[in-house]
């Protein structure tokens, strides 16, 4: 099963949740929100369960 | 009409528009814009010179505010998307660095809080220090309320400028947030004053207020008469009270362009969150030749911006010099 990573949720159809200016929010292999950080020049998203 | 009292009393004489003139601006018709654009451009010229101040900024503490502003999707009070994060020092230079990399000269450390608690202070203290001795940028701070203690610390620290956002007119400001009051933006502006670090004050536009609430906002700043003034657009983020509101329209966004260097004909103004979902690339170019004297390049505390080079390529195509260090110390 795979994840928004916009929103999170498991069904499909989510293509406008991730906006071209937001970094990934959830993880799309367990849906749980993700500890993003937005750096100057690029972002670092990781998913306090699964592996990256 | 008032484009022509403009360009006697502010572009002339340097006295910026007053509320009520700034509101006259604020209802040109759409084929106006273009000459409000073109006098900004002039008066920015004339009062504030050709360069343009870069600037990066990062998070230092993410989410888990106890605040309730209405537009922030770092408000603990929220469902968001966003998780608590904190930057650990490395990761702040490193960051700091790729910052300065861009020819930026200004670096500015955010945290998401109501005001700096000690274990944010120690890692405000550590972060700072790190940056001052590893890279050739200023640091300014944006860590909320400040106490008068906190405020000589960071100035002791080295830090150039303290951004607090008044965010709104002291008039709609109880629409926006409920947790702590406009008058307490103020006093922690006062203090920042006080205390000889330059002051930073923006606010975001959108966020459900009035024309005569911009005006009145534009006239708070004028009063403030702060060194910076960062120009938000409401991004609308999922999860907050405001993520129903429209985007504020590119010619709306462009007429408060205009407007509020005309109000601040010396203050550095300077494009911040928000412009590439209103204006889009072109907005980018007609805020640069319509009054802005600053950018924010690359990305935001919990948003993506721009390719910084694309900025610094349409300022190098503008012929507008990016400020240099040496110039801001
Ligand atoms: S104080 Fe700052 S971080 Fe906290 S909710 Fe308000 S804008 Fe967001």
Same mark, same amino acid.
């Given at each position: 099963m795979s994840f928004c990573p916009g929103c999170g949720k498991s069904d499909a159809g989510h293509e406008s949740c991730v906006r071209p200016?937001?970094?990934?929010?959830?993880?799309?292999?367990?849906?749980?929100?993700?500890? $993003?950080? $937005?750096?100057?020049?690029?972002? $670092?998203?990781?998913? $306090?369960?699964?592996?990256? | 009409m008032i484009l022509d009292i403009a360009r006697e009393q502010v572009l002339e004489r340097g006295v910026g528009l007053d509320e009520a003139q700034t509101l006259e601006v604020l209802r040109l018709p759409d084929e106006r814009v273009d000459d409000a654009l073109?006098?900004?451009?002039?008066?920015?010229?004339?009062h504030c010179g050709p360069e343009v101040e870069v600037e990066g900024?990062?998070?230092?503490?993410?989410?888990?505010?106890?605040?309730?502003?209405?537009?922030?999707?770092?408000?603990?009070?929220?469902?968001?998307?966003?998780?608590?994060?904190?930057l650990?020092?490395?990761?702040?230079?490193? @960051?700091? +660095?790729?910052?300065? @990399?861009?020819? @930026?000269? =200004?670096?500015?450390?955010? &945290?998401?809080?109501?005001?700096?608690?000690?274990?944010l202070m120690a890692q405000v203290r550590e972060g700072v220090k790190a940056i001052h001795d590893n890279v050739e940028i200023n640091v300014a701070c944006s860590l909320g309320i400040l106490t008068r203690e906190q405020g000589e610390e960071l100035r002791d620290l080295g830090v150039h400028r303290y951004n607090h956002n008044l965010e709104t007119a002291r008039s709609h400001f109880g629409h926006v947030?409920?947790?702590?009051?406009?008058? =307490? +933006?103020?006093?922690?502006?006062?203090?920042? +004053?006080?205390?000889?670090?330059?002051?930073?004050?923006?606010?975001?536009i959108g966020m459900g207020e009035t024309l005569e609430q911009r005006a009145e906002l534009a006239a708070q700043f004028a009063a403030l008469n702060p060194d910076e003034v960062p120009l938000n657009f409401l991004d609308p983020r999922?999860?907050?009270?405001?993520?129903?509101?429209?985007?504020?329209?590119?010619?709306?966004?462009?007429?408060?362009?205009?407007?509020?260097r005309l109000a601040l004909p010396r203050t550095i103004l300077r494009f911040a969150g928000g412009r590439e979902l209103t204006l889009g690339d072109l907005g980018a170019r007609q805020g640069m030749v319509g009054g802005i004297? &600053?950018?924010?390049?690359?990305?935001?505390?919990?948003?993506?911006?721009?390719d910084p080079q694309e900025d610094l390529d349409l300022l190098a195509e503008l012929s507008m010099p990016v400020k240099e260090l040496s110039k801001t110390l």
């Open positions: 200016l937001d970094p990934p929010r959830f993880c799309i292999h367990c849906g749980r929100k993700l500890k $993003v950080q $937005v750096l100057p020049t690029g972002y $670092v998203a990781t998913c $306090v369960r699964c592996p990256t | 073109e006098l900004a451009h002039e008066v920015r010229m004339r900024i990062v998070s230092i503490k993410t989410g888990g505010c106890p605040e309730d502003c209405h537009f922030c999707s770092q408000s603990g009070r929220f469902e968001t998307p966003v998780r608590a994060v904190r650990d020092i490395p990761s702040l230079v490193e @960051a700091a +660095r790729q910052t300065a @990399a861009t020819g @930026a000269t =200004e670096f500015c450390i955010v &945290a998401a809080v109501r005001g700096p608690d000690e274990r947030v409920t947790t702590h009051t406009w008058e =307490e +933006r103020w006093e922690t502006l006062q203090l920042v +004053r006080e205390m000889g670090m330059e002051v930073c004050c923006g606010g975001i999922p999860g907050t009270p405001f993520a129903g509101l429209e985007p504020v329209p590119a010619m709306d966004a462009l007429r408060t362009i205009a407007a509020f004297n &600053a950018v924010i390049v690359g990305n935001y505390l919990t948003t993506l911006g721009r």
